[in-house]
């Protein structure tokens, strides 16, 4: 079974670029979670989608960040327009069911840097 | 969520015993006590969870103080490829979201 997948592995853009990162999560897990760990800080929570929709997007730094879930499968995450802060790792999980005994399951991130 | 206190780092030899420590005195009665881990270079990985008992599994076990304001992540026998960064994370009834704090990170000694 294919584990959590994000792509690209690593982008470099400039500061006011557009990036959109993509998250697919294992097969048949409703739940997907986006995290970001920026430089010298800790991993932070960004949001959590339930099939298609949002369930919880307090982690969400600013509205330049937007995340989707069409069709419930994979996930998008934009940032529009970047910033030099938001450089970092961005990790995607996923989970089948929801609650608080779920283990979540990690992509191996994407690192984003911003120039 | 509760806050968790953990040493910054900690080194073992290869093939010994590992106990990581956390301290969780704030938690309340419903927080699960759950360990992560972030392999190098990977995202992080799922350990082990409790709330509690002592709890059992195939990667490691997780000893609760009968107060539940500390527990300790016990690896067994130490492998080199248990070398990462540890983080006790207390879950309630009513986040998802896993709260990570800056972690042990573990040092394996050949």
């Known amino acids: 079974e294919a584990g959590v997948t994000q792509f690209p592995s690593h982008s470099v853009i400039e500061k006011g670029q557009t990036v959109t990162l993509r998250c697919d999560p294992i097969s048949g897990h409703d739940n997907l979670y986006w995290y970001r760990r920026v430089m010298g800080k800790e991993i932070k929570f960004l949001l959590h989608?339930?099939?298609?929709?949002?369930?919880?997007e307090s982690g969400m730094p600013n509205n330049r960040f937007l995340a989707e879930r069409t069709g419930g499968t994979y996930s998008t995450l934009k940032v529009q327009p970047a910033e030099l802060e938001d450089s970092g790792v961005y990790f995607c999980?996923?989970?089948?069911?929801?609650?608080?005994?779920?283990?979540?399951?990690f992509g191996p991130g994407t690192r984003l840097t911003v120039l | 969520d509760a806050k968790t206190t953990q040493p910054n780092s900690m080194e073992s030899n290869e093939e010994e015993p590992v106990h990581l420590p956390c301290n969780h005195s704030t938690i309340s009665g419903t927080d699960y006590i759950h360990w992560y881990r972030q392999l190098p270079s990977q995202g992080p990985e799922y350990v082990i969870h409790?709330?509690?008992s002592n709890v059992n599994n195939r990667m490691a076990s997780l000893a609760i103080a009968e107060d539940r304001k500390s527990s300790t992540l016990i690896l067994h026998r130490a492998t080199l490829r248990d070398a990462a960064v540890y983080y006790c994370?207390?879950?309630?009834?009513?986040?998802?979201?896993?709260?990570f704090g800056t972690g042990t990170r573990l040092t394996i000694i050949p």
């Open positions: 994370i207390l879950r309630d009834g009513y986040n998802e979201k896993l709260t």
């Open positions: 989608f339930v099939k298609e929709s949002k369930q919880d």
């Open positions: 409790g709330l509690t």
């Open positions: 999980a996923s989970s089948q069911e929801s609650g608080l005994l779920n283990e979540q399951f």
